[in-house]
C-alpha cells in the first residue's frame, strides 16, 4: 500500500465514521416550559430546542416527536409529532 492510499484510506474511514445527525424519538413531559424525555435518563429543555413554524405555541404532555440533533452540538431540531396507531385499535 503506498502513502496516497493510507490517506485515502484514512480519509473514507473518518468520513464514514462521522454522524451529521442523530434522530431521535422524545415525549414531552413538562408544558410550560418544555422539557421532553428522549431516553431514560437524557432530558432537554426549551434553551436546548430549535422550534420550526409547526411548533410555535404549546406542545401538550404526552405528545411523541421526531426529532434530530445537530453534529456536535446541544440543539434539538423538532421535525413533527409522532402519531401511534396502536392506541387507537
Known sequence: MNFLDI?????????NSIKFVETYIGEVVEEERLKIKLDEKLFITEDEIVR???????IKKGTKLFMLRENGGQRFFIIDTIFDNKNDE
Open 7 to 15: 490517506i485515502k484510506s484514512s480519509v473514507l474511514h473518518t468520513i
Open 52 to 58: 420550526t413554524s409547526s411548533f410555535m405555541g404549546t
